[in-house]
């Protein structure tokens, strides 16, 4: 049974940092793309950032970019998510995503229905 498991949510200060993980276990995501979504209270999921297998296109949500990075390590099976200059806004659950339906190089879907996998999110606080 494959799962995708996060890691390094907490409680941070605004303008602060952190980095999550999301640890793929069960089956390798090494030839698909992988994405992160939030959820804040009574929200929808939205996007927030994705990555093709192949790492040359990478697509982020307005309101992160330039404060978000993601990347990923194929060997480890690993995708993170840097985040810098924290605003209050940013509190949610994130979650990681998988989509094993595709295997093209740049494929890279922004849309929650567009991924089959999702991790059990872990809580981000940004405290204004």
């Known amino acids: 049974q494959a799962q995708l498991v996060e890691s390094g949510g907490g409680l941070v200060q605004a303008g602060g940092s952190l980095r999550l993980s999301c640890v793929a276990s069960?089956?390798?995501?090494?030839?698909?793309?992988m994405g992160w979504f939030r959820q804040a209270p009574g929200k929808e999921r939205e996007f927030v950032a994705a990555?093709?297998?192949?790492?040359?296109?990478?697509y982020y949500a307005d309101a992160v970019k330039g404060r978000f990075t993601i990347s990923r390590d194929n060997d480890k099976n690993t995708v993170y998510l840097q985040m810098n200059s924290l605003k209050a806004e940013d509190t949610a659950v994130y979650y990681c995503?998988?989509?094993?339906?595709?295997?093209?190089?740049?494929?890279?879907?922004?849309?929650?229905?567009?991924?089959?996998?999702w991790g059990q999110g872990t809580q981000v606080t940004v405290s204004s």
């Open positions: 995503a998988a989509d094993s339906r595709f295997t093209f190089r740049n494929y890279v879907p922004q849309g929650r229905y567009d991924y089959d996998y």
């Open positions: 990555v093709p297998w192949s790492g040359d296109r990478i």
């Open positions: 069960g089956r390798t995501f090494s030839r698909n793309a």
